[in-house]
């Protein structure tokens, strides 16, 4: 039989802990009424939040000084990597990373490809012998080349283990440069600037 308990206030009888209910037990928040967290106070989950369909986590690095490579293979983009344990398999990460680079010989371009862990994501598809890249296309120009390298990439990692997410970067013809975060000649001279890189991951609730 059904029975309803009229309170204002329920306490710990002892200790200041309190529990509500048995191990699988549910309680329902009947429609309509509203669950208030007053100022200060805090929601700690240890389990498993689900339906709510936000944003868990958020884990973000700033590299804020320069990088060059005359590579024509992938190498980390050293600085631009972070690491995110999801707090369950079926939820998403949605990563965002952005940085410039310039080269000053006619037929390079710098490259780039987001990593999960050792497997490349986010990138083209494969077509003969051309590079699956996440941002940086090579192009047949003259002068010196600006790109601005911002992507974004919706993950699907599967797992709750810890998860390092990273740049790589290359340059399209070997032994050429590609500087990273500046400008290739970087003198002391304020026509001439440095950038920051960024990388972002968060946690989408599945």
């Keep these: ?105 006619t037929t390079n371009q710098v490259m780039s490809r987001l990593m999960r862990d050792a497997t490349a994501i986010g990138v083209g598809d494969a077509a003969g012998s051309r590079t699956q890249t996440t941002t940086g296309m090579h192009a047949e120009t003259t002068g010196s080349i600006i790109s601005s390298h911002a992507a974004h990439f919706l993950d699907s990692p599967s797992t709750t283990s810890s998860i390092t997410y990273k740049v790589q970067v290359r340059c399209s013809v070997n032994g050429q440069t590609g500087y990273i975060s500046r400008t290739q000649t970087d003198v002391d001279n304020a026509n001439y600037s440095r950038s920051i890189a960024t990388i972002t991951a968060m946690e989408i609730a599945g």
């Design 1 to 105: 039989m059904a029975s309803e308990v009229r309170t204002n206030k329920i306490s710990p009888a002892t200790g200041t802990a309190f529990t509500i209910g048995d191990s699988g037990d549910t309680f329902t928040l009947p429609s309509g009424a509203t669950l208030a967290v007053a100022s200060g106070a805090a929601i700690s989950n240890a389990g498993t939040a689900s339906g709510f369909g936000k944003v868990l986590q958020v884990v973000s690095t700033t590299k804020t000084d320069t990088f060059t490579t005359t590579s024509s293979t992938f190498v980390d983009l050293t600085g631009l990597s972070l690491n995110i344990t999801p707090s369950s398999s079926s939820n998403k990460i949605l990563i965002y990373f952005n940085f410039e680079s310039n080269t000053v010989e």
